[in-house]
């Protein structure tokens, strides 16, 4: 098992890397204070994970909730049913939330807790590759708005992330595919060693041989945690984590949530602002065709859907969280593991970019 | 004008009390940072006050929500309301809220800033006297569940508060007195000085006398901002500040949110304190009688309603927020101008209390 840290003074929490995590109660237990214990899950990962991680949780008055699966769900609506299961059982302050699955959960659960009598602790045990080396890190929580997603949130640190990469046995491959974009994503914003790691070992994680998974695992979550301790409310660089994000955000709200999954737009929008960071003269061509490259390798779209058409990627690109003062700010690329925000561009260049793509 | 600073840090702001200050520009254009405003009140203060405000506002885009009048629409519904508007407008995360209205608008605008983006700023003008000097100072935010009160929120403090005394000449007598129970719990919690200028000018402040309405609204800013100042999220003095809430929210829950408005509930609560704490051998018998009279004096209720029976009563307080790890903590009094927080009572005592009441 590995560990690493992430720093936020008294909000300061460890992330557990490891196969077979998953209900050992000697991890989570000294981080959990009262004696309630909710776990949320879907009901894709119940089945398969539920049984042991409660049995782990024996010592404590435990309840579960089960919550249909997608992104669709990720609504208001849904986390009130959170909330109407915790005030059911009453739930005191000192509860603890367990967001058992993949990013949408976590992100539900992680807001709730945050929400719930105005902030209670909880746990994330993510399932899935995308959780494990994204969304449980950070204290990023929010549901979806239909004109915007991630619009309604918090930042609410877990007390720990136990990320158990057995379960990326049984992920859909689809959705591993999608959760390689954000690993090569640290790659190519801080972290060019990674990215060569990547170039060299894509089928081994692809693979999911363990040794090169639990690396690719850990290597997201040090970048991760290193970003996210310097700047924990998103001020300055923890935006250099939104690469390929605005244009990402855009491609999932203009479909409709959960036609294209996130790593799957977030892989096109990488691709476009390398694209775009070629034709403003920041990045070398090699360094945007190897980009694209690597993403294409590991089975990932590098293309607007044919259904989305320049206006309508710009309209939903101009109620993105990075619009500061009604002016766009994009993540680009200076070179293979060096982002940089770039809000002074010529429109003309983004509307290129769009149309090329 | 005085100017009460509540003194959290980065989070430090000001409480602006005066006459005639909703509409000077000069108070909180320091506190904007972007270019866009939306100001949120309700049906019943925005005929008398939105256009000064939005007169005071002229150099922003501003947009506004009329919202309807009353605690049983301090609900996430209404809540989504404003998320709405925010997101059609394209607000960005350095738009700034305003709060032009009593509690209810104060606490859902100040939970929407809290939650919109993962935060953007806000300001409190607060139209009624429990605003002015108990809801709109401190960060608390939150919306009503229709199993608890207050039971989904955030602590999110304002850039600043605008306390505009002359808007307390329009209010409804009903909720002036209501405000009152609050500016005499601040007597009760810890300024027996208070407590004794409130028993000589209660009726100049009734009588919303300029100078005597002034003090009233200073001294209980000073109060609470000293509280809020040291124990920012509640972790121990400032529940102090709940005196008379457990018994207070058992009751506008059990009647159903709005019957009786939340000061009168807390007069009952204070009254029902007191008189706990006499049977607990805590307060002398004549402070008690003390704190019933200035309350019965003011006009509020000091009896439970007769609709509510004693099952009910200990039912609705359970699920009260001070409940920790399954224990009832209640807000006493030690004297008049010291309260204590008290967990290890024997619950026959609160029982006999609920049937005395």
Redesign the interface.
């Known amino acids: 098992m590995n560990t690493v840290q992430v720093n936020l003074g008294s909000r300061s929490y460890p992330i557990y890397i490891g196969e077979g995590l998953l209900g050992r109660a000697e991890l989570v237990t000294p981080h959990i204070v ?2 309630q214990v909710l776990v949320v899950t879907d009901e894709q990962v119940a089945p398969q994970y539920l049984a042991p991680v409660l049995a782990s949780l024996s010592d404590y008055q435990t309840e579960q909730l089960i919550l249909p699966t997608g992104e669709s769900h990720k609504t ?1 609506a849904t986390l ?1 049913q959170i ?2 299961v915790l ?2 059982y ?1 739930f ?3 509860a603890t939330l367990v967001a058992l699955g993949g990013g949408v959960i976590g992100d539900m659960v992680g807001f709730a807790a ?6 209670v602790r909880f746990i994330q045990m993510p399932t899935t590759l995308l959780a494990q080396v994204d969304s449980s890190v950070g204290g ?3 549901v979806n ?1 239909p ?2 997603k991630n ?5 609410h640190q877990p007390c720990c992330v136990v990320a158990d990469t057995s379960t990326l046995q049984s992920l859909d491959p689809r959705q591993l595919r999608a959760g390689c974009a954000e690993v090569i994503k640290y790659g190519l914003i801080s972290d060019v060693g990674f990215f060569v790691w990547l170039e060299e070992h894509l089928q081994a994680v692809l693979g999911l041989e363990p040794q090169a998974i639990a690396e690719a695992v850990r290597r997201s979550c040090e970048n991760k945690a290193a970003v996210v301790s310097a700047d924990e ?1 998103e001020r300055g660089q923890r935006a250099l984590l939104n690469l390929g994000h605005t244009f990402g955000h855009a491609i999932e709200t203009g479909l409709g949530y959960g036609r294209w999954i996130h790593g799957e737009a977030v892989a096109v929008g990488m691709v476009m602002a390398a694209r775009m960071s070629v034709r403003l003269g920041l990045l070398p061509e090699g360094e945007a065709v190897r980009t694209r490259e690597l993403l294409e390798c590991t089975g990932l779209p590098v293309k607007l859907p044919a259904e989305l058409g320049v206006e309508e990627m710009l309209a939903h690109m ?2 993105d ?1 990075k ?4 002016k766009l700010r994009l993540v680009l690329l200076e070179a293979i593991g060096q982002a940089t925000l770039v809000d002074d561009f010529d429109p003309v260049i983004l509307r290129e970019t769009l149309q090329e793509a």
């Open positions: 009262g004696h208001p009130n909330f109407d005030l059911q009453r005191s302050r000192d945050a929400c719930y009598q105005r902030g990023k929580t929010a708005h004109l915007g619009m309604i949130g918090a930042f409310h101009s109620v969280k619009v500061l003062a009604g």
